[in-house]
């Protein structure tokens, strides 16, 4: 089992931060696009999901499955979104994101007077500190990669 990468997009579609682990293929173009079509499949995913499932969508969407990879999504009452792409090992990672927004960003974020919110995140301690925090998963392991 392993963590590929993280992204952190702001309510508008702004990515404020991204950090990857045991991504072994690069998307080929820039990280801006790259971080555009993200937010993109997440709107359309999202879209289709609430409109066709026929079932009470009561949590929303909460992961999308590929033959390869699985992503894990999480969105604050603020509008934030966290999203994780694992292997498909990975059982649901909502609770772990639920975790680094309310004890990683509103500790080393929200509360920083340094932070200016809505901007990219440019905290050295947020960095180390989620870095670490993905490292001492229990599904994080560099060698499954």
Not at 12 to 41: D, P, T, V
Not at 45 to 64: A, H, N, T, Y
């Amino acid at each position: 089992m392993t963590v590929h990468n993280l992204y952190i997009f702001d309510r508008n579609g702004a990515c404020l931060h991204y950090s990857e682990w045991n991504r072994k293929k690069q998307a080929g173009i820039s990280k801006q696009e790259e971080f555009k079509l993200m937010y993109g499949m997440l709107f359309s995913i999202r879209s289709f999901v609430s409109k066709m499932s026929p079932l009470d969508m009561r949590e929303g969407f909460q992961c999308f499955q590929t033959s390869r990879y699985k992503l894990h999504f999480y969105e604050t009452p603020t509008g934030l979104k966290f999203i994780m792409n694992t292997d498909l090992s990975v059982p649901n990672a909502r609770e772990t994101l639920h975790q680094i927004y309310s004890t990683l960003y509103v500790d080393y974020i929200v509360k920083n007077p340094l932070c200016c919110l809505g901007d990219p995140l440019q905290s050295d301690l947020f960095s180390s500190r989620l870095d670490t925090f993905i490292k001492n998963l229990p599904y994080f392991n560099p060698r499954a990669a």
